[in-house]
């Protein structure tokens, strides 16, 4: 059944208790919203967003995408109105959440493929690339995404931990490599980094997801490989 509802009060934070009033657009079923819909608020500030997809018992419950009116988004599973990603929807929404860029197709799929890899920080050898450049994959980065790859020689520019949607702890990191100073590394990796901090010499395990420019703490664009990190160790 489709019904459009105004002033309809959802809990979109479950954890939090959060409570939006706004407009609704889909199916229901005995007074609640149940199945597809469409449901439009704002936040706290003042700006519009909307929740496009799934709903049960009047909140969000499967796959959805949210989006805000500056442009940001995020798009996969829901549980009792949360955002809980897989890994590779965490990985794709953290580039069109927080920052700047979109992640590969072979990407999405290795990552679903081997979600264990980026939570327990294990792997296969034989899932390296051997033959990886970063000058083409930021020619074409869709290109890349189908294998890990192991660099040596890099060196901690900036770490920060911070929680991201239901994963408590994710860490992001900038590297530079020591033998070319061209190339850049931001890095997230599921969980903590203990011992290491900025200035050190490390070597990375990761999957090449995309590539993108960010702006520096100077000012200045910065292109850089972006890397699902699988681990980082001195």
């Known amino acids: 059944r489709q019904m459009c509802i105004r002033d309809r009060s959802i809990i979109t934070e479950e954890s939090e208790n959060k409570v939006r009033i706004g407009k609704y657009q889909g199916q229901t079923n005995n007074g609640k919203l149940s199945g597809n819909g469409i449901f439009e608020t704002e936040n706290d500030s003042g700006t519009k967003w909307s929740y496009e997809g799934e709903f049960k018992d009047s909140t969000f419950n499967g796959y959805g995408i949210s989006k805000w009116e500056n442009g940001d988004s995020y798009e996969g599973n829901h549980t009792n109105g949360e955002f809980t990603p897989t890994v590779s929807q965490l990985f794709a929404s953290i580039g069109t959440y927080f920052n700047n860029f979109n992640i590969s197709e072979k990407a999405k799929s290795f990552m679903d493929t081997y979600p264990d890899i980026f939570t327990?920080?294990?792997?296969?050898?034989?899932?390296?690339?051997?033959?990886f450049s970063y000058l083409e994959q930021k020619?074409?980065?869709s290109n890349y995404g189908d294998k890990l790859i192991s660099l040596s020689n890099l060196q901690v520019v900036q770490i920060t931990e911070e929680k991201m949607f239901n994963y408590p702890t994710v860490t992001e990191t900038i590297l530079d490599n020591l033998s070319n100073s061209d190339e850049t590394y931001y890095v997230y990796i599921i969980g903590s980094l203990d011992g290491i901090l900025d200035n050190d010499e490390v070597s990375l395990i990761g999957l090449p997801i995309s590539h993108f420019q960010y702006e520096n703490t100077e000012g200045d664009m910065i292109d850089?490989?972006?890397?699902?990190g699988?681990?980082?160790?001195?």
């Open 120 to 131: 327990n920080r294990t792997y296969d050898g034989s899932l390296l690339d051997t033959n």
């Open 139 to 141: 020619k074409n980065y």
């Open 224 to 228: 850089a490989s972006v890397i699902a």
């Open 230 to 234: 699988v681990n980082i160790v001195k």
